[in-house]
């Protein structure tokens, strides 16, 4: 597998094609924003029509990133689900999945803004979760440190010979990682677009998610004023 790897506080971190995050020192996988059923929230409310299986297709990519890693620790940083409820009504098939993507693994469910009651499934649900020197919450803070955070999906929007290529991609500054939506169908906001280009410091790096991750200066533009962190809606 070809993975990207860095140093972020003094954990040494794995940036995977997928978007998940790899910590092999602590034999941890990272994942954020799943949004498990999803097309089955919008289908009820009369929203967008997605394909009925975005939760298999996430589930087949997890399930892929578990077995590369062997990772037996995991975490999903928020908006596991896409809204609260819903893991009562995803298909037998894909809860009984999640129960064995589960077995034998430590298991935390971070509360996000979709989902901040804890689910109907296996695992611990918490608030946010300090491992080591890293604080793992959905929505990154205001003077946080060492932080790892979803929500925002970022991606990076880039010209390269004449063409416009989009990537989902980790964002990473001297305080924080913002990491990309791991769900299939989860859409996402542009890094040069508030309030990410505010939030992240000078010299903050994109790592773009694809066969070969790379990174690069985050793109971004100026604008008038900052955005504070948590003003947009995962």
């Known amino acids: 597998m070809n993975t990207h790897d860095f140093r972020f506080h003094g954990a040494d971190l794995r940036a995977l094609p997928s978007g998940a995050l790899h910590w092999p020192g602590e034999d941890l996988l ?18 967008a029509a997605l394909p009925p299986y975005e939760t298999r297709d996430t589930l087949l990519k997890l399930d892929a990133d578990l077995e ?42 971070i509360e ?20 080591g020197p890293l604080l793992f919450r959905h929505i990154a803070q205001d003077g ?8 925002y999906h970022p991606k990076a929007l880039l010209n390269l010979r004449g063409r416009r290529l989009s990537r989902p991609c980790f964002l990473i500054d001297a305080a924080r990682l913002i990491m990309p939506a791991y769900g299939a169908y989860t859409g996402g906001l542009r890094c040069d677009r508030a309030p990410l280009n505010t939030m992240m410091g000078d010299g903050a790096t994109a790592i773009l998610t694809g066969p070969k991750p790379c990174a690069l200066p985050m793109p971004r533009r100026t604008l008038p004023a900052a955005v504070p962190p948590g003003t947009m809606r995962g």
């Open 144 to 151: 946080a440190s060492a932080e790892v955070s979803g929500h």
């Open 30 to 47: 990272v994942v954020s924003d799943l949004h498990f059923g999803k097309s089955a929230r919008l289908s009820a409310v009369g929203g």
């Open 112 to 131: 996000g803004n979709h989902d901040p009651d804890p689910a109907a499934l296996g695992g611990t649900h918490l608030a946010e979760a300090r491992i």
């Open 68 to 109: 590369a890693t062997q990772a037996s620790r995991v975490i999903c940083l928020g908006d596991s689900f896409d809204a609260i409820g819903i893991a009562d009504e995803l298909p037998e098939d894909d809860r009984l999945w999640i129960l064995r993507l589960q077995a034998g693994r430590s298991w935390i469910w």
